[in-house]
T-cell receptor, first 113, second 112 residues
Framework: KAGVTQTPRYLIKTRGQQVTLSCSPI?????VSWYQQTPGQGLQFLFE???????NKGNFPGRFSGRQFSNSRSEMNVSTLELGDSALYLC????????????FGPGTRLTVT | QKEVEQDPGPLSVPEGAIVSLNCTYS??????FMWYRQYSRKGPELLMY????GNKEDGRFTAQVDKSSKYISLFIRDSQPSDSATYLC????????????FGKGTLLTVNP
């Protein structure tokens, strides 16, 4: 079974721009979560989608948004990029509602200049 | 106080040593406890998860949960250079806390 895939792997953007990141979960997995990883804050939960509905959301500003499609693929959007948004963005998928067995993708490394 | 505290290390041990990695937490609502391993420039990889207090063993790895002390541990026996990575603990609570909350990770190096 193919793992979680994320595109693009690397991205460089300028302050004020917006960016869209994509995640394809493991086949059959319906839950997709997004995380931000930085050296200072570690891994922080952004949001989780299950069957196209946002089930939970972390403490991030409204500039961070996401969606999930009927095939479980998910996208994350960050608008009006700030320097502090530079991070590794990780997507994870799990079957049904069980977050205790989440499988992570390789991440998208976003650099904001 | 952060919900999950984890000593960032770094921790350096010789090959064959027993490694002990630990996390403490403050939220008594946490129900599931996971350990992830993350190699440089890769996503985290799930090692083990436990639901209740007690021990769970998988090969060279043993996860231990003590809910009364709000303390979890991961033991690695016969450590190998390939175990060199960052180890992250993570926890899931119930209700609105049904999401993963991670420790900051401990960087482990196993020297040949």
């Amino acid at each position: 079974k193919a793992g979680v895939t994320q595109t693009p792997r690397y991205l460089i953007k300028t302050r004020g721009q917006q960016v869209t990141l994509s995640c394809s979960p493991i086949s059959g997995h319906r839950s997709v979560s997004w995380y931000q990883q930085t050296p200072g804050q570690g891994l922080q939960f952004l949001f989780e989608y299950f069957s196209e509905t946002q089930r939970n959301k972390g403490n991030f500003p409204g500039r961070f948004s996401g969606r999930q499609f009927s095939n479980s693929r998910s996208e994350m959007n960050v608008s009006t990029l700030e320097l502090g948004d530079s991070a590794l963005y990780l997507c994870a998928s799990s079957a049904d509602r069980g977050l205790n067995e989440q499988y992570f993708g390789p991440g998208t490394r976003l650099t904001v200049t | 106080q952060k919900e999950v505290e984890q000593d960032p290390g770094p921790l350096s041990v010789p090959e064959g040593a027993i490694v002990s990695l630990n996390c403490t937490y403050s939220n008594s609502a946490f129900q599931y406890f996971m350990w992830y391993r993350q190699y440089s420039r890769k996503g985290p990889e799930l090692l083990m998860y436990t639901y209740s207090s007690g021990n769970k063993e998988d090969g060279r790895f043993t996860a231990q949960v003590d809910k009364s002390s709000k303390y979890i541990s991961l033991f690695i026996r016969d450590s190998q250079p390939s175990d060199s990575a960052t180890y992250l603990c993570a926890m899931i609570g119930g209700g609105s806390n049904y999401k993963l909350t991670f420790g900051k990770g401990t960087l482990l190096t196993v020297n040949p």
